[in-house]
């Protein structure tokens, strides 16, 4: 089935090779199409992806005003739509200030490594029977690598600017970045072994149960390793306003300041698609409302679910950030991992996972997740604050005058 | 073994810096996170305030203390009032006494309010929970605009008593506001004190212990934190404090989240006294007979109140004219600074603004 909004590379290059079957260029029509359906698709993705970027901006400011008894942006346009272009429109026209002893080249090219590899995510996400790119059948295997990227692009920033808060950030936001990595594979592992696929499409149709009910704890520690990748709070060391005035992107200003934080909002909605197609079953949903609609409101849920948090928790420390990555979070993940491998293995009956097992699957991990996170909220937590009435120090005890 | 060689690096943190609290600036040495060495650098706000005082009468310098701690300018004018009070011998009507009570304890509230959101804010939870705080803090500058018209710089007290007296409708919102506060109290307190990140962020980080409180002289929610049970309310009772009934909330430890659960507890004993302040006030005039140029006999006074941050002192000498020869301001952020270093050496990065954040400066007052 041919998806409704045709963004689809087949589609693209059938209906290129058509025109230029038509148009007479036989021999060349196969490279021609290809190329010209590459390109336009992805000026078609990267335009819609930059759109709703703008569109999420205005969105995380308008929930988390809320949050905060405030109205939020409400002049330019209605209910204040415009804002985001208008910031962008000032951002454009701001004077491009490179730091004199920055490094020019890693400078400038550290917003552009940034976004990349977030806007290349979307091409393997099936928000429809298809995704931009076809079919790839690693879908899961390319984001792994690609979001990797990110560590190196922040720690380009920071080095490059040549600034010491800078500099901060960016050793925090490597070393952040590259142990929550190991987490975040571990939640995707256990999703493979449910789905016994790595193309994403594939992932999002075996879940005859939504696999955040299958495996709540998978879905605990991918959602924590991705909200830290994402470097929101509680893990936003890397640009820790409070700290280090504005962490990585301190020295950047205009387009290039506008790139870092297109990357930067972009992640939320790149990740919140990636979690839509690993754990709430893609674009499944019942009938009279599209598979792309049940894709999109799905993906609101989590996102507003992160901002929910973003507007609500404090920050972690840096040491007990990685603390909670290597202890906790790495424990679960592999706790959660050999759950599903001995479930499957004993429930599996030729490669294949029925609706049954999954709802069986789901009632033990359920029980043990619940019974893990109290465990572990009472080994690593702080128990409830009921502490005995304070001792008055004897120096300068002003004692018993004092009633 | 082996390693990399690495080297401390030194960061200028302020005075332009978003937490700060001002224009501080400390030069910080780091190796790696962790703070080796710390050196504040005061006096980017630095006005003058005492020498002014000398080319200015009595009562027109109430106006420069209002200045000084820009949060809570309602105890600045108490302390200084007192002191001129206790200088020319000038004698306070009752009811004058227990508005300026009111006033100061709504001022503690305001100022106790924004030290935790800010707090808080250091802590990195955006600017919600400040949000909150201010919230509150704005229904009491509305009670302070019904007196006298200003919001931040008040300049409402006199020497000898108040500017006027308060208006029908502040009763009215001073009940609503003494009603709902400990409501709110018990919000941000559901919110806040139980939070697992805010435990893992203050507990038992930036320890300030009793000893070190008393030897550097740290006073007001610093030092009970510390466990020291020392309030001037009740040592060296003012005003009519010695007529009203409160606890003085003390810490376990005296570490970050100490210093802000006191600060929440004040808050809740202030509401009491205001409750009982309301009930116990009766009609009378609200201003001794003072002319506007006080001509104090020439001596000295130094009279100090328990302002929010702590000991707030003025000292002045009189050498007979309508201006002091000599003020001198103790100033309780500037000197609640001192055991800074021993505080903070030895945490990281962002326990240093944390802790800085509960000890709760005004830089105005730092400065002067």
Not at chain 1, 313 to 319: A, C, E, M, N, Y
Not at chain 1, 344 to 352: F, N, Y
Request: charged share 20%; net charge negative.
């Amino acid at each position: 089935m041919h998806s409704p909004l045709l963004l689809d590379f087949t589609t693209f290059y059938e209906l290129f090779f058509k025109a230029f079957d038509t148009l007479g260029f036989e021999a060349s029509a196969h490279w021609m199409s290809y190329t010209a359906a590459g390109i336009s698709l992805s000026f078609i993705a990267i335009n819609l992806l930059i759109l709703s970027t703008a569109l999420y901006t205005w969105f995380e400011r308008r929930t988390i005003a809320r949050f905060q008894v405030r109205r939020g942006p409400n002049r330019n346009g209605p209910y204040g739509l415009l804002q985001p272009f208008a910031d962008v429109i000032k951002l454009i026209m701001k004077e491009d200030t490179i730091p004199e002893s920055a490094d020019k080249v890693v400078f400038t090219l550290a917003p552009i490594v940034l976004l990349a590899p977030t806007l290349l995510i979307i091409t393997v996400i099936p928000m429809d029977d298809s995704t931009f790119l076809g079919t790839l059948n690693i879908g899961i295997l390319f984001i792994v690598g690609i979001t990797s990227v990110n560590s190196i692009a922040i720690f380009m920033a920071g080095w490059g600017s040549r600034n010491k808060y800078a500099i901060l950030g960016s050793m925090r936001g490597a070393a952040m970045l590259v142990s929550y990595e190991i987490p975040m594979a571990l939640g995707i592992t256990s999703v493979l072994l449910l789905s016994g696929s790595l193309a994403m499409k594939t992932i999002a149709d075996s879940q005859l149960i939504w696999f955040i009910l299958v495996m709540p704890l998978g879905f605990f520690v991918f959602m924590a390793a991705a909200m830290a990748e994402m470097s929101r709070t509680p893990f936003d060391q890397i640009e820790s306003e409070s700290e280090l005035g504005s962490g990585y992107n301190t020295e950047f200003s205009g387009i290039k300041f506008a790139i870092l934080f297109l990357a930067e909002f972009m992640a939320p909605i790149v990740t919140s698609a990636v979690v839509t197609t690993l754990f709430l079953g893609g674009n499944q949903g019942f009938s009279p409302i599209p598979g792309p609609i049940w894709f999109i409101l799905k993906m609101f849920v989590v996102i507003f679910i992160l901002l929910w948090i973003r507007s609500t928790w404090p920050r972690l420390r840096i040491d007990q950030i990685m603390g909670f990555a290597w202890k906790p979070l790495f424990g679960l993940g592999i706790i959660n991992i050999f759950l599903i491998a001995l479930e499957s293995q004993i429930l599996m009956e030729e490669g294949k996972l029925s609706q049954n097992d999954m709802l069986i699957m789901s009632g033990i991990n359920w029980v043990l997740t619940i019974v893990g996170l109290l465990v572990m909220f009472n080994i690593y937590g702080h128990k409830r604050y009921n502490r005995p009435d304070p001792i008055p120090s004897q120096l300068a005890n002003m004692g018993t005058d004092l009633q | 073994m082996n390693t990399l060689r690495t080297e401390p690096i030194t960061i200028n943190l302020g005075p332009q810096h978003p937490s700060t609290h001002g224009v501080f600036r400390l030069r910080v040495t780091f190796d790696g996170e962790e703070i080796v060495d710390l050196e504040p650098v005061f006096g980017y706000l630095h006005r003058g305030t005492e020498k002014l005082a000398e080319t200015r009468n009595y009562t027109q310098i109430i106006t420069l203390t209002d200045r000084m701690d820009y949060v809570a300018s309602m105890s600045n004018n108490l302390a200084y009032v007192r002191t001129v009070e206790s200088l020319a011998n000038i004698s306070v009507p009752e009811r004058a006494q227990y508005i300026r009570v009111i006033c100061a304890e709504l001022q503690r509230i305001a100022s106790h309010l924004m030290a935790t959101g800010f707090l808080l804010n250091d802590l990195g939870a955006l600017a919600t929970p400040l949000v909150y705080c201010f919230r509150e803090r704005e229904k009491i500058l509305d009670l302070f605009e019904m007196l006298c018209g200003a919001r931040i710089t008040l300049s409402y007290m006199r020497p000898g008593g108040v500017f006027q007296d308060a208006p029908e409708e502040f009763w009215h919102a001073l009940n609503t506001t003494v009603t709902d506060l400990p409501h709110f109290f018990d919000e941000i307190e559901s919110l806040i004190s139980t939070n697992e990140i805010v435990l893992a962020r203050t507990r038992g980080v930036g320890i300030l212990t009793d000893e070190q409180a008393i030897a550097n002289s740290v006073s007001g929610p610093n030092l009970r934190a510390a466990r020291v049970k020392w309030d001037l309310r009740k040592s060296n009772t003012y005003e009519v404090y010695d007529r009203l009934k409160f606890d003085i909330p003390i810490g376990h430890e005296g570490d970050t989240y100490d210093r802000y659960l006191v600060r929440i507890l004040e808050m809740r004993e202030s509401v009491k006294i205001i409750a009982q302040c309301v009930e116990q006030i009766d009609t009378g005039p609200i201003r001794s007979n003072t002319p506007f140029f006080i001509r104090p006999p020439a001596g000295e006074a130094y009279e100090a109140i328990e302002g929010p941050k702590g000991e707030l002192g003025f000292y002045m000498v009189s050498d007979g004219g309508v201006a002091p020869y000599r003020c001198k301001v103790r100033a309780p952020s500037f000197l609640n600074l001192t055991p800074l270093k021993e505080m903070i050496t030895g945490w990281k990065m962002g326990d240093l603004i944390t802790i800085l954040g509960s000890i709760d400066i005004v830089l105005g007052e730092v400065d002067r």
